[in-house]
């Protein structure tokens, strides 16, 4: 099957120059920090815990962008919000040559929030940021294939 170029959807994998890669992250959580390390691993790359004189280093950083109104309904109290994350990432190889400069990957949602109803609205805004991250990451999986 894998002759025909058949392949599972959301499945790829780096190419072998990246088979290992030193991980460097800023402003992650533990838990976006592990989301993304088991998907980089789950592409075929073995990440280093200490940097690898043979391994490429690959540096992400997470951004928030500030959460926006769109739309406020007055009479039912639900509101619009856009939710949007950023992902600025840049590749290096283990010579330190620039293999990837600095590119920014952005991903967004607008959902609808009760305002009458705040835990629900709470863990309506964790599910959607959890989404954007795992997109962010896997978008970031496919643009390092490209590489």
Sequence with gaps: VSGCGFRLAGVTSLPPELNQ??????DFTDSQHKLLQ???????AELSSQADPQAMRLSVSLK????????TGAS??????????????????ADGKLLAPAKTLTQQKDIVLDD?????????RRSVVEDLDAALFIRLIHQLKRI
């Design 21 to 26: 890669i030193y991980l460097l992250t800023s």
């Design 38 to 44: 088991r998907q980089l691993e789950r592409a075929g």
């Design 64 to 71: 928030t962008v500030p959460d926006r109104r769109l739309v």
């Design 76 to 93: 039912n109290g639900r509101i619009i919000e856009r939710i949007e994350r950023s992902l600025q990432y840049s590749l290096k190889g």
């Design 116 to 124: 009458d109803n705040l835990l629900s609205s709470t863990q309506e």
